[in-house]
């Protein structure tokens, strides 16, 4: 949210902070191995995560989202966080589609909302609304930033649920958000991101159109040197570059500079022990949110942390587990696997606190941001996984009256729920699967009965197999009923027709 600074300093003014509890010191001896850390379960994460927007924790009566626990204002970004984070629940089957608190009934409280909000007398949205009372909590306007991602959102939405796509549509004229589009900056990962928003919605100004080509002229801007690897001379943090990958489609030359970004940030920690996974975030610490930048262009130094009202300031950085586990969706290295074990311990039965600082602190503070990017996360991990596979034969054969079993192997590159059942091409046959419901890897057995009625001849079970979000996998096998069997029976008899002896 780079251009919301004075609305983040006056909503955290207002916000009630608890104190952090100092927390055993990581203590750096050498790189950690693959080994060291389980692999993670993104189910576990995705609904630990999607715990804080539960009714009357994380979101008001009126249906909309707290910034944080403690602050139960929103702004624009936040309610960008929050659609997105609806739309990635739904896909991963955290909350049905109908019903109470459902996926459609969050949707429509909050295109509800954007469609009766006050606007500034300006024509566009206000800074800060109250997420319990729906009404302005600041007396200024939203900026280019806020508005630019919650399009990024509502774009998403209308592909997510075409049905609503006229609604969408004029919930965007009401809101004034294009007027933005000529104020869009041109300095670095956060405007990449949120000027897709504005192009997404068909504004093509000059400043919008310069900030989505910023790509096409990175290798041209002068650099500057983080831990060895030479990065653009642009504001450069993790925040923006995650929220591209998982709303957005970036070409091949988005993930050679992120890709870079993510060197650098490993280089930092084999020269100093620091595990480093630098963002945005809440802190416990005055100014109680600071920017981490990986290039500061304000002070022209690479990992500072900064805030509009000091400029850079001497707290210890934090690694926000939003970036840590995120990260971790998108590459999956050692790396990774090593800031996802440092920051697990910031899960919570209500969702994951901010991150935990360089020196082993926890950031107690539960938000919407972090939440709802690292429920972005878990969606992408889960989908971009390879396929499932099922393995089993291709031909088993049985007697009329008999029985068999038959075994096959699920496997999958994630450990993810699975349900499984399994039919017959004739009614006549018997059916059944064991166990119905497991995680993958998954050893199955299917059980088959046919009746002594059954007919000889070819006939088909199929067990299929659905594993979240929306996977289906099944595999057929041939079963051949053969005809009844005949026992030749021989008796030898002697010349008096009597049986033989000996024979």
Same mark, same amino acid.
């Not at 109250?130 to 508005?147: L, V």
């Not at 539960?366 to 939440?371: F, G, H, I, P, R």
């Given at each position: ?16 902070? #608890? ?28 609904? &630990?995560?999607?715990? *804080? ?7 008001? @009566? ?16 936040? +309610? ?16 049905? $589609? ?6 459609? *009934? $969050? ?5 509800? %909302?954007?469609? =009766? ?43 997510? $649920?075409?049905?609503? @796509? ?41 400043? /919008? !159109?310069?900030? !989505? ?7 041209? $801007?002068?650099?500057?040197?983080? *831990? ?80 509009? @009202? ?32 440092? /920051? ?7 969702? %994951? ?21 690292? /429920?972005?996360?878990?969606? *992408? ?21 008999? @029985?068999?079993?038959?075994? %096959? %192997? ?25 166990? &119905? ?32 979000? =929306? ?16 026992? +030749? ?13 000996? #024979?």
């Amino acid at each position: 949210m780079r251009s919301s600074f004075p609305v983040k300093l006056l909503a955290l003014l207002l916000v009630v902070l #608890v104190l952090a509890v100092p927390q055993s010191t990581f203590h750096h001896g050498g790189s950690r191995s693959a080994e060291a850390e389980p692999e993670i379960d993104w189910m576990e994460v995705a609904r &630990a995560a999607w715990n *804080y927007f539960q009714p009357g924790f994380g979101v008001s @009566s009126r249906g909309l989202n707290y910034a944080t626990i403690s602050w139960r204002y929103l702004t624009d970004w936040d +309610l960008g966080c929050y659609l997105s984070a609806i739309i990635d629940a739904e896909i991963l089957g955290l909350i049905p $589609r109908d019903g109470r608190w459902g996926a459609d *009934y $969050r949707i429509r409280r909050v295109l509800d %909302f954007l469609a =009766s909000r006050p606007l500034h007398p300006s024509g566009v949205p206000y800074a800060i609304y109250n997420a319990d009372t729906g009404e302005p909590g600041t007396s200024g306007p939203s900026n280019p930033s806020d508005a630019g991602r919650l399009l990024v959102a509502l774009y998403r939405l209308k592909q997510h $649920r075409p049905d609503l @796509s006229s609604y969408i549509e004029a919930i965007v004229e009401r809101n004034g958000f294009l007027k933005f589009a000529d104020k869009v900056p041109n300095i670095g990962s956060y405007p990449y991101f949120y000027a897709h928003g504005y192009y997404l919605w068909g504004a093509r100004t000059k400043q /919008v !159109v310069d900030a !989505v080509n910023m790509l096409a002229t990175l290798r041209s $801007r002068k650099t500057i040197n983080a *831990y060895g690897v030479e990065l653009p001379f642009v504001e450069i943090t993790m925040e923006p570059i995650l929220h591209t990958v998982f709303e957005l489609d970036p070409p091949e030359e988005f993930f050679h500079w992120a890709d870079l970004v993510l060197q650098a940030q490993i280089n930092r920690y084999k020269a100093t022990g620091k595990p480093t996974a630098f963002t945005e975030g809440g802190h416990t610490s005055p100014p109680h949110y600071v920017y981490e930048w990986i290039v500061d262009i304000y002070t022209g130094r690479t990992f500072t942390v900064w805030n509009p @009202s000091f400029s850079a300031l001497s707290l210890t950085p934090v690694v926000y587990t939003k970036a840590a586990i995120a990260m971790h969706a998108i590459w999956e290295n050692d790396y990774t696997r090593m800031l996802v074990g440092y /920051v697990m311990r910031t899960m919570t039965p209500n969702g %994951f606190y901010e991150g935990v600082d360089e020196a082993g602190r926890m950031i107690y503070q539960l938000t919407d941001k972090t939440n709802a990017l690292i /429920v972005n996360a878990a969606r *992408y991990a889960i989908m971009k996984a390879k396929p499932p596979s099922l393995s089993g034969p291709g031909l088993v054969e049985v007697y009329p009256g008999g @029985s068999t079993t038959i075994s %096959f %192997f699920l496997n999958h590159s994630l450990s993810l729920p699975a349900m499984a059942s399994a039919t017959a091409s004739d009614p006549g046959l018997g059916v059944s699967v064991q166990p &119905a419901a497991g995680r993958t890897p998954l050893n199955l057995t299917l059980y088959l009965e046919v009746p002594g009625g059954v007919k000889p001849g070819t006939y088909t079970v199929t067990l299929e197999v659905r594993l979240t979000p =929306s996977q289906v996998v099944s595999r057929s096998v041939a079963v051949l009923v053969k005809p009844p069997g005949y026992t +030749l029976r021989v008796r030898a008899l002697d010349a008096c027709g009597e049986p033989a002896a000996n #024979v």
